[in-house]
Each structure stands twice: as C-alpha cells, then as structure tokens.
C-alpha cells in the first residue's frame, strides 16, 4: 500500500511525481535534471524507500537522505522525518561516562622480576602477536587479584587522551571466565587518540584484531557500529573505509558497506574467510587489505542477495 502521506511531502519539493508500479513513482531528479521523470521512489508503507535515479545513478534507501541532498527546506526535512525511520547520526547528542581503570591495574614498565603474575601475562601477550611496542603505545597493563584479576587491560583513549573505555581478557588458560568487559557504554569511539580521520579506516570487531592491523584501525567492540563511532564517521573527512568484520558479522557488514557508500564513502569489505586479524597476523591482513577492491553497486547487491 502507498503511503500518500510521504508521496506528498516528497511531491511538494520535487514536483508532482508519475505512479509506475510496486509502489514506485517517478520524479525529475534534482541532481542530473533529466528532462524525462528518471527518479524512481518507492512509497511504500512499513518499509524503507529506496530512491534511484537510472541517468546519473545516484541513490539511497531513505526519505530524509534524499531530501537532504536535494537541498529541501528545513521543515519539510523535519515533517519527513516524522514519518519515516531516521537516525541522524551527525547531530545525535551522546552522552559521556566517566570511567577509570581497575584500582588493581598494573602497568608493565611497573613489573618486577620477581613478578610471576606479570610473567605470565607477558607470556600471553607473545602468544598474541602483541609486541614491546604495541604495549608502551597503548598503555597496556595487568591486574593482580580484585574483580579482574589475572587479567589484560587494554585501555581506550579519547582524542584529548581521556580513558574511555578497556577491555578485560583473562590470561589464565583454565579459567572458565575468558573475559569481563566493565559495566559502562560501549557508545563510545575507541583507540580514538590514534586515529587520523584524513587516512583510510579499517573497521574491526575486537581490540587484538586493530592491534594486529596497527594502522589506523577503530575496534566496533562487537558486531556493531555504534552510534558516537557512525557519527564521527560521517562527518570526518575519511573517504575509504575498510570493513574487516568475521564470517558471522558478514550480514552486519553489508548494511554498513550500503549505509555508507550512501553517504558517500569508498568502501572495501574485507574477506577474511576463517581467519580473524588478530590470528592472521600484520603482514597477512595487511597483504589482504591492500588487495581489497572497493565495492561497486553492483557488488553491494550481489552481497545483499546471498542474506535473502
């Protein structure tokens, strides 16, 4: 069924459009001005609208989007807006937690000889791949008895070299808690103080896998890219994106390819087949990284059919 409502808002900015079929309607794009009705516009209700101009092949999969970038006016973007599901990443207000590391956090360069707990975290971290100098860069440390005990720290920073978020991962192969993460937000933008929004990205799941990859490399903390993390993004001068997520995240992974290649982005997902980056290794999951191509449309939609 069209929904008539959102037809015509959309019609009050880009003129009355021509019904076609499915839901569809055809309008005079705002972006090539092809002199025929080439815009295709899909009303339908309960679900998204995908928009596609078949002369200059500029598209999306939202309302608000398309609007926006045809210049419409600020309230019939805010009555739109109303009506369709929007999240407007680059004016979300996020809120910010205060957080601190483990009163029992120890740093290496504090580890004495004698030290086995120490030891025997240094030890893990070799069987990592993580090095002397990923340790002194990140501020990585350990703790000795109290809620994380025989656990790595690794600390995230903020741009202004705030503590905004660690992880905890037990060292201790026979304990059945294998990690605890610490009971605040993960809307946050984490190893953020290492970042050059001018460079390509690579977008990750865990923090050993953007230690493995070193260079410019943001961990999601999971499967998903949270809201603080989208909106920087978006409104960063970054232009190639790197998405290195695991087998099981691969359906994630292409709506984040979609959602950003419509804001305009270049956007490379990584096939890491059975290998996560911390397993690969430097050199392998840079070697694959570089042979990566950039996702066309075409490739997008061969993506999306394989989750259908």
């Known amino acids: 069924m069209v929904n008539h409502l959102l037809v015509n808002i959309v019609n009050s900015v880009l003129g009355v459009g021509k019904p076609t079929a ?7 794009c705002p972006f090539c001005h092809h002199a025929k009705p080439k815009l295709e516009i899909n009303f339908s209700e309960g679900k998204k609208n995908p928009w596609h101009c078949w002369v200059c092949n500029k598209k999306g999969t939202n309302l608000v989007t398309l609007l926006k970038q045809a210049k419409a006016p600020a309230d019939k973007i805010a009555e739109i807006k109303k009506h369709v599901s929007y999240v407007d990443y680059r004016n979300a207000d996020i809120k910010v937690e205060a957080v601190k590391l483990p009163k029992e956090f120890k740093a ?5 000889k004698s030290d086995m707990t120490g030891r ?3 030890a893990y971290l070799k069987r990592r791949k993580i090095t002397k100098a990923d340790i002194l860069r990140y501020n990585i440390g350990y703790c000795e008895g109290g809620v994380y005990d025989k656990m790595i720290i690794i600390p995230s920073y903020s741009h202004e070299g705030t503590l905004n978020y660690f992880v905890a991962r037990n060292f201790n ?7 605890k993460n610490p ?3 993960k809307d946050i933008v984490p190893f953020e103080l290492f970042i050059n929004w001018s460079s390509p990205l690579v977008l990750c799941e865990g923090m050993f896998d953007a230690l493995a990859i070193k260079r410019n490399a943001i961990p999601l903390l999971g499967k998903h890219i ?3 993390l989208m909106k920087k993004i978006v409104t960063s001068q970054v232009q190639k994106i790197y998405i290195a997520l695991d087998k099981d995240a ?3 992974a292409v709506k984040f390819c979609e959602y950003l290649m419509n804001e305009g982005k270049e956007v490379y997902l990584v096939d890491l087949e059975e290998k996560d980056p911390s397993e690969m290794g430097f050199n392998s999951i840079t070697n694959l990284i570089q042979k990566t191509t950039p996702l066309s449309e075409y490739d997008l939609m061969a993506k999306k059919l ?3």
């Open 22 to 28: 499915r839901g569809n309607q055809a309008h005079n």
């Open 306 to 308: 394989q989750f259908v």
């Open 173 to 179: 192969e026979h304990s059945p808690v294998k990690y």
């Open 108 to 112: 290496f360069t504090q580890m004495s």
């Open 250 to 252: 691969q359906k994630d």
């Open 120 to 122: 025997q975290a240094v």
């Open 226 to 228: 949270q809201r603080e």
């Open 183 to 185: 009971p605040m937000s």
